[in-house]
């Protein structure tokens, strides 16, 4: 069944929109035309139209039910094409037969009534679990996340939303095994391991310096390499300690007999003899030794000090180093100063290789310089030991974390946990009872349409709509079956020739409703017929006569009486009309109750082209058409001034053209002056105009004092004509029952 109708962005209805809820059985909604009732019809037609993406029907248990729609496309759909689809009822099936179907029908009807309130129960019972669960949520945000975030919040990290803090803490409680620290325990690791995460530092280069160490006790420096004692000239130059002097002396002779001492010609071959033999092999190869040691010393050490500035400039600038900055400059400082000095006297020994020099050791320099890039790399090496299990060491701070929360709320997340299972436990049973329902509805609905199959019959609906046709004086024309189609219709005179194209207006609409409500009791597919289904009717009575409009009343009537009292596949009416006679006529119940609670009524209006509804529930506001016009002109704040000029036509029409037989001279003859009678005159034309006049190409909106002066002209007709008690009497018991209305 439908329980509401909601209308927004189409047609008359705006962005606001309209809402009509607690639909019951039957439901009365009048309206004048064009305020909007055909769009509600349209809607429940084809509510998967583009033009309703705003619109929305609302459906019990959430269970959409087959829909037949009257208004003017199902007249259209159904006549004017030659024929009409063949309606299936019961025609063919026995007393037993109708009353097995009935039976099926009816535990049908049951198991469906069941499965919603089953459904009812399983949403109360989820809505019940989803607020636990929110209330759980809110108590773990402010009582363990609230209280906690600034010592803990990179545990948090991933979980800063309601909802997954309040699971991961579920979680939580469930898988952690982490032994339980104490509080000064975690922050104390948090404090440490959430600070500024650690990065792997390289190793500091270790100093390969024993070349250096070997070649610095060498015996070497302390020789004094002279020439051969035995030479003749040897005995002078060690006299006069001449060694070096004379070994310089020996790479600036040239050939000749000039000496390169005393620049005179005293060169001999002898004394070159005796030069070459003072200065023999051993002393060259001492000569050479020294050089060569010299020279790998200068390099090697160069090459340390070059390093080991490296370091020094390297790690001054690095805010992690673990090297001992202050002693590894002090050293390097005093190392360099001894490089300085062992180069100075091992330039001096190439020099003078018969000096005996001493080299000052650098050993304990270098070897503490040593120490303190090995104690250096140690602390990096555990240092990059700590970064490597970083990850490990986080986590397992992050889980004695979680741990220690969870265990301060043992106690309330427990209660959650038993109270959730226990939801949970009746939810699941519900949905299984929900699902055999289904099951078993879905059993039994194929029953049914396998039963409908094998005793249903076009006929009936023939014989029924011509028996209709002739009870009311439509006697030259009848339904009949199409000779070239099964289950067709056409409409044939008695003639023989098909009538459809030249029936009128009336006729045609009164047979196309016959042929609605027939598909209402049944169906165009035989296996459906009793499948249930909600009527909605859309002004049925255009273009009908009196007595027509009598029978199409008295019609639905029967269709009300069989609703209420639950017999039949249709469940739910939703009646719209404009005519106030067949409204008081379908909606009148037995002159002795005045409400129904099965029955709902509401009147649709347009203002400003702009729809609105106003429901009146139980208490039908139409008691007349007279009254009616009445009530709307006490309403007039929400009607337009077109709609207002053609009630008080109305009005004066009934009570003085009709009831009084004054013409419109007679009532501007009513009043005293030329003056007066002008006015009256004018507010006659105006309600004329705005009732039979139609602005093709423009629309005047009425001034809001334009219609408060005719009001007052209004009500002096009466006053002058001598029915001011009426109007008093009218205007004052719509006033009143509008004030009891709101």
Request: glycine share 4%.
């Amino acid at each position: 069944m439908l329980e509401s109708i909601t209308l927004k962005n189409v047609a008359t209805y705006d962005s606001t929109g309209v809402q009509i809820n607690n639909l019951k059985k039957i439901n009365f909604i009048y309206g004048a035309n064009g305020c909007g009732k055909t769009t509600i019809s349209k809607l429940v037609y084809n509510p998967s139209d583009n033009d309703y993406a705003n619109c929305r029907l609302g459906w019990k248990g959430q269970l959409p039910v087959k829909v037949l729609v009257y208004d003017k496309d199902f007249r259209d759909r159904n006549f004017g094409k030659g024929k009409m689809d063949g309606v299936f009822t019961l025609g063919q099936a026995t007393k037993e037969e109708v009353e097995a179907i009935e039976k099926m029908q009816l535990e049908l009807e049951d198991i469906k009534d069941r499965g919603i309130e089953k459904k009812k129960t399983l949403d109360i019972q989820e809505k019940t679990k989803q607020d636990h669960e929110n209330k759980f949520k809110e108590i773990v945000w402010l009582e363990i996340y609230k209280e906690n975030e600034n010592e803990f919040k990179e545990a948090f990290r991933g979980f800063l939303k309601k909802d997954a803090f309040r699971d991961k803490i579920l979680d939580e409680f469930k898988y952690n095994n982490k032994p339980i620290l104490t509080l000064e325990e975690l922050k104390e690791k948090a404090h440490t391991i959430f600070g500024e995460p650690p990065v792997t530092l390289p190793v500091v280069s270790v100093i390969e310096f024993s070349r250096l160490l070997e070649i610095e006790p060498n015996k070497i420096w302390k020789k004094k390499i002279i020439g051969k004692a035995d030479v003749q000239i040897a005995g002078l130059i060690q006299k006069l300690n001449l060694n070096d002097w004379v070994n310089e002396g020996r790479s600036y002779m040239q050939e000749g007999e000039t000496c390169p001492f005393c620049q005179q010609q005293t060169i001999t071959e002898k004394f070159k003899k005796q030069l070459e033999d003072y200065f023999d092999k051993s002393f060259t190869q001492d000569t050479a030794a020294v050089k060569t040691l010299s020279d790998e010393y200068n390099y090697v050490y160069q090459n340390i000090q070059n390093l080991l500035e490296q370091i020094e400039l390297k790690e001054k600038s690095n805010p992690n180093s673990k090297l001992n900055i202050e002693s590894f400059s002090a050293l390097l400082k005093t190392l360099t100063s001894q490089f300085v000095t062992n180069k100075e006297l091992i330039n001096n020994k190439v020099k003078e290789p018969s000096r005996s020099i001493e080299l000052v050791s650098t050993k304990d320099q270098l070897e503490a310089i040593g120490q303190l890039i090995n104690d250096c790399n140690t602390e990096i090496k555990a240092h990059n030991a700590i970064v490597n299990d970083y990850t490990s060491q986080r986590n397992d701070l992050v889980k004695s974390i979680w741990k220690y929360l969870v265990e301060g709320r043992r106690t309330t997340i427990d209660a959650f946990i038993a109270k959730s299972d226990g939801l949970e436990k009746g939810i699941q049973a519900l949905k299984k009872q929900h699902t055999e329902l289904r099951d078993k509805y879905s059993e039994l609905y194929k029953k049914i349409k396998e039963a409908n199959k094998n005793v249903t019959s076009v006929q009936p609906s023939i014989d029924v709509i011509n028996h209709i046709l002739k009870t009311y004086g439509f006697l030259n024309f009848e339904i009949v079956p199409s000779k070239t189609e099964a289950n067709q219709y056409q409409i044939q005179r008695q003639d023989g020739s098909i009538a459809e194209s030249t029936l009128s207006e009336g006729e045609a609409t009164f047979i196309t409703f016959l042929y609605y409500l027939q598909q209402a009791k049944g169906s165009t597919k035989e296996d459906s017929i009793t499948e249930e289904r909600i009527l909605v009717i859309d002004d049925p009575v255009s273009s009908l006569d009196s007595n027509v409009l009598f029978v199409v009343s008295s019609l639905i009537k029967e269709i009300i009486k069989t609703i209420k009292r639950n017999i039949g596949s249709i469940k739910q009416l939703i009646l719209l009309t404009h005519n106030v006679y067949f409204h008081k006529e379908v909606s009148f119940i037995d002159g002795r109750t005045s409400k129904n609670g099965d029955t709902h009524f509401w009147i649709l209006r347009k203002k400003n082209n702009t729809s609105s509804i106003q429901p009146f529930e139980k208490e039908n506001p139409i008691q007349s058409s007279y009254e009616l016009l009445w009530k709307e002109l006490s309403n007039s704040s929400n009607n337009s001034g077109i709609t207002i000029q053609n009630i008080m036509r109305r009005i004066i029409e009934n009570y003085f053209k009709i009831l009084g037989r004054y013409a419109d001279d007679d009532l501007i003859k009513s009043f005293d002056n030329h003056q007066e009678q002008e006015i009256c005159r004018s507010l006659v034309c105006w309600i004329n105009d705005g009732s039979h006049g139609l602005l093709d190409d423009l629309y005047v909106e009425q001034q809001d004092a334009t219609i408060e002066r005719y009001f007052e002209v209004f009500k002096q007709i009466f006053v002058k004509t001598g029915h001011e008690e009426h109007y008093k009497m009218m205007h004052m018991e719509q006033s009143v029952k509008t004030v009891i209305n709101n």
